[in-house]
């Protein structure tokens, strides 16, 4: 089974509303990590939170990461039609180097 | 700056044929590099990683194989291709600076495989 699970797994909104996406996981992890995927190109790295981390922000990104809950939530706000495209958490587990295991991500809608 | 190139951006085969993808990456060294699989609508899939010039990890059992002949030249074959062999292949690299060290991966644009 998935290691990330993403909430929910589309979403549609109109053009200047905010964007939340949730992920969650089973076992500890050392970072989570949200990704950004156009149709049909590869993945773009948005930001990564480490697990002593709660809260991280990169212009009209905020990350949150609750490790008790084993859970974390991408906020995207005043969301541009640019914005559309599929969003996935990945996280990196407590002893497994740098690999990565994806979620199966979340399809963002930004219409005009 | 680091750039990670993949080609082809697209490639049609038949079944049984053999395979050969290859992702190079400029401007870094002693990357570690990852080949991912994507079915369509879907997370992805690791499917080998590696940490230097000829060690390789296999994530899945499966049909393929990877070598990394070069530091920074990642290669993903397959002898006899199936029809479940289709899919988005991605490569992609990380800094290796210690292990678990909380590095992002950066990803190439993809091979669109399809096996007919």
């Known amino acids: 089974s998935q290691q990330g699970e993403e909430d929910p797994q589309a979403l549609s909104i109109q053009e200047g509303e905010n964007a939340t996406m949730n992920c969650s996981y089973k076992t500890s992890i050392n970072n989570l990590q949200w990704y950004r995927q156009n149709s049909g190109r590869g993945l773009v790295h948005l930001i990564l939170i480490r697990s002593n981390e709660r809260e991280k922000h990169s212009g009209r990104l905020r990350v949150t990461l609750d490790t008790s809950k084993k859970s974390s939530s991408l906020l995207i706000t005043a969301s541009r039609a640019a914005d559309t495209a599929s969003y996935f958490c990945a996280t990196a587990l407590t002893g497994g180097g740098n690999k990565l295991t994806f979620g199966t991500g979340t399809q963002l809608k930004v219409e005009l | ?116």
């Open chain 2, 1 to 116: 700056s680091q750039t990670i190139h993949q080609w082809p951006a697209t490639l049609v085969q038949p079944v049984g044929s053999p395979l050969s993808l290859e992702c190079t990456v400029e401007g870094t060294s002693n990357p570690n590099l990852y080949w991912y699989r994507q079915a369509a609508g879907r997370g992805l899939q690791l499917l080998f990683y590696s940490v230097g010039i000829g060690q390789i990890s296999s994530e899945v059992p499966q049909n393929l194989s990877a070598s990394r002949p070069q530091d920074r030249q990642f290669i993903l074959s397959s002898k006899k291709l199936l029809l479940s062999d289709s899919g988005f292949y991605l490569c992609a690299w990380s800094a290796a600076r210690g292990s678990g060290s909380n590095q992002p991966q950066h990803f190439g644009d993809g091979t669109r495989l399809s096996i007919l």
